[in-house]
């Protein structure tokens, strides 16, 4: 589970929009690499040196035919694993002032009458093997906001998308209250919970750990908290305790 926190733009770059090789799927003109590129009069200005970039590009007539061979259907009975090709080339779209290196990946799947085919432009100088691994970990910073089954939940645990203040000042600094809150719930589980429960998600932290029910008793000499082991079992709260406990510098 990464840690959030403002730090220089990335050298690396997966991005799941499109590049202007012509037009979009919806009929509509892709922007040309609005993210790290100049749109001065539709062309492309030179790239920032430190960022590399991989990026989708959408299929057309002219990519078509540089994997052509790639597109007929291979001969025999098919495996059930997918067959999958890899090709590179060369190719300048109309708004590009120069070629760019296009990475195509093929699959053929068994019962799948068509193949399955995508492009992707890079600068990059790894193998088109290695370009599409790092690309298909585009989506991985998503789901680390949204949250899932196995992943710590922002949007759904924090609701740090609740920015409804009028003044963009006061939601910067909501969402910098949310994303403090995230990274301690980060070290925590990180850091303080045994590995029989280190699998549990930020919500899960929350109504198992922090947000729970108890009873205060009052006696002449001490205070009761009276908590239901159905969350959390006394042996393993005890455990929680020292392992804080002993991230205190000098303790114990």
Not at 99 to 116: I, M, N, Q
């Amino acid at each position: 589970m990464p840690s959030l926190t403002e730090e220089p733009q990335e050298r690396l770059l997966a991005m799941p929009g499109v590049a202007d090789g012509g037009n979009s799927r919806d009929g509509t003109a892709a922007t040309d690499f609005s993210y790290a590129y100049s749109s001065k009069e539709n062309k492309m200005a030179e790239p920032i040196a430190v960022v590399g970039m991989a990026m989708r590009l959408p299929g057309n007539e002219v990519l078509s035919r540089q994997i052509e061979p790639l597109l007929t259907r291979p001969v025999g009975r098919p495996p059930k694993r997918a067959i999958v090709w890899y090709h590179e080339f060369w190719y300048q779209a109309a708004s590009w002032h120069r070629p760019r290196r296009v990475v195509a990946k093929v699959e053929w799947h068994c019962g799948e009458l068509f193949p399955r085919v995508g492009f992707i432009v890079t600068n990059l100088r790894a193998t088109p093997e290695e370009i599409v691994h790092f690309y298909n970990g585009r989506g991985t910073a998503e789901q680390w906001i949204n949250g899932g089954s196995r992943l710590p939940q922002g949007k759904y645990a924090l609701h740090w998308t609740r920015l409804s203040c009028h003044r963009f000042v006061a939601n910067q600094v909501r969402l910098a209250l949310f994303v403090l809150a995230y990274n301690l719930g980060n070290f925590l589980r990180r850091l303080a919970l045994p590995e029989s429960v280190r699998h549990w998600s930020l919500r899960s932290l929350q109504v198992k750990l922090i947000k729970i029910g108890a009873k205060i008793v009052r006696h002449a000499r001490q205070v009761i908290f009276q908590m239901a082991e159905v969350a959390v079992p006394r042996e393993l709260f005890a455990q929680i305790l020292q392992r804080i406990w002993a991230l205190v510098p000098g303790a114990g």
